[in-house]
C-alpha cells in the first residue's frame, strides 16, 4: 500500500487496559488468577461430564461444549493481555490480529448458540416431560451441537474476510486490550460501509434471534408452571433454569449494553470494562454456576473423586 500518508502495517499496538503502573503488579496477579480458575473450573466441568456416566444427557453435552467454548474464548485474549502487561512494547503482528478477531468471534458466537440449544433443553424437559427422551432423541441434540459449530464458523470468517480486505493507515493503535472489530474499522483509511453493514444486519441477528428464541422459551416454561401452581413445581423450574438463567444474564446483559445500546457518553475506560465482563469474568464464574447450583455436577463430583480415591487406596 502506498501513498502520502499510508504505510504497510505488519502490526499493531495494544493500548491494554488503562492501569496506573504501580497497579500493574497487582491486577497482573488477580487476571491470571481469574484466568487459571476459568481454565481449571471449566476443565474440571468437561471431565467430569465425560467420566461420569449419569451425565451423558443432552443438557451436560449442551454443558459440556459451552465449557470448551467458554475455556477457548477466555484463551484467545487473556494470554495476550498478561504477555503484554509484562512487555514494553505491547504489539501483535497483523495476521496475529486477524486471527484472534476469527477466534474471538467464533467462540462468542457459539457461545451464544449453545445458550439457545440449552434454553430449548429446559424447554422441553420441563413443559414436554412424558416426551422429553422422545423430542431430544441423539439425532436432535447432534443436530443443535453441530450446527452452531457450523454457523459460528462461517459468520467469524464472513467478517475476517471483509476486514483482511481493509487497507490501514500509519495510526495503528487500538485502544483495547484485544482486536476489537470496531477499533479496527476505525484505523482503517478504506470505505468501511459494507463492514458496517455486515455488522449491523448480521451481527445484531446473531445476538437478537439467540436472545429471543431463549426469552421465548422461558416464557412458554413460565406459563406451563402457573397453569399448575406449586411450591414444588417452582422449586423444580429454579434448580432446573437457575444457573442456566443466571449464565443468560452475565452474558447478554454485558454484550446488548455494550453493542446494541450504545452511548455517545461510553468512554474507552467503560468499553473496555464491560468488555472484561463477558470476555473474562463470565467465562470464570460459569463452572461456579453450574456447580455450586446443580445437584447433578455435585454428585458427579464426589462419584468421581470418591471413586479415585478408593481406586488408589486399594493394594497393588
Known amino acids: 500500500m502506498t501513498g502520502k500518508n499510508q504505510t504497510v502495517v505488519s502490526e499493531f499496538l495494544l493500548l491494554g487496559l488503562p492501569i496506573e503502573s504501580e497497579q500493574q503488579n497487582l491486577l497482573y496477579a488477580l487476571f491470571l488468577t481469574m484466568y487459571v480458575t476459568t481454565v481449571l473450573g471449566n476443565l474440571l466441568i468437561i471431565l467430569l461430564i465425560c467420566l461420569d456416566s449419569h451425565l451423558h444427557t443432552s443438557m451436560y453435552l449442551f454443558l459440556g461444549n459451552l465449557s470448551f467454548s467458554d475455556l477457548c474464548f477466555s484463551s484467545v485474549t ?95 493503535v487500538i485502544p483495547h486490550f484485544f482486536c476489537d472489530m470496531s477499533a479496527l474499522l476505525k484505523l482503517s483509511c478504506s470505505d468501511t460501509r459494507v463492514n458496517e453493514l455486515v455488522i449491523f444486519v448480521i451481527g445484531g441477528l446473531i445476538i437478537i434471534i439467540p436472545f429471543l428464541l431463549i426469552i421465548m422459551s422461558y416464557a412458554q416454561i413460565i406459563s406451563s ?41 461510553n468512554s474507552t475506560v467503560k468499553e473496555t470494562v464491560m468488555s472484561m465482563m463477558y470476555t473474562v469474568v463470565t467465562p470464570m464464574l460459569n463452572p461456579f454456576i453450574y456447580s455450586l447450583r446443580n445437584r447433578d455436577m455435585k454428585g458427579a463430583l464426589g462419584r468421581v473423586f470418591c471413586k479415585k480415591k478408593i481406586h488408589f487406596s486399594l493394594p497393588w
Open 78 to 172: 487473556m494470554p495476550k493481555l498478561l504477555q503484554n502487561m509484562q512487555s514494553e512494547f505491547p504489539s501483535i503482528p497483523y495476521a496475529g490480529c486477524l486471527t484472534q478477531m476469527y477466534f474471538f468471534l467464533f467462540f462468542a458466537d457459539l457461545a451464544d448458540f449453545l445458550l439457545v440449544s440449552m434454553a430449548y433443553d429446559r424447554y422441553v424437559a420441563i413443559c414436554f416431560p412424558l416426551h422429553y427422551t422422545t423430542i431430544m432423541s441423539p439425532k436432535l441434540c447432534l443436530s443443535l451441537v453441530v450446527l452452531p459449530w457450523v454457523l459460528t464458523t462461517f459468520h467469524a470468517m464472513l467478517h475476517t474476510l471483509l476486514m483482511a480486505r481493509l487497507s490501514f493507515c500509519v495510526d495503528n
Open 225 to 265: 408452571i402457573l397453569k399448575v401452581p406449586s411450591a414444588r413445581a417452582i422449586c423444580k423450574v429454579f434448580s432446573t433454569c437457575g444457573s442456566h438463567l443466571s449464565v443468560v444474564s452475565l452474558f447478554y446483559g454485558t454484550i446488548i449494553g455494550l453493542y446494541l445500546c450504545p452511548s455517545a457518553s
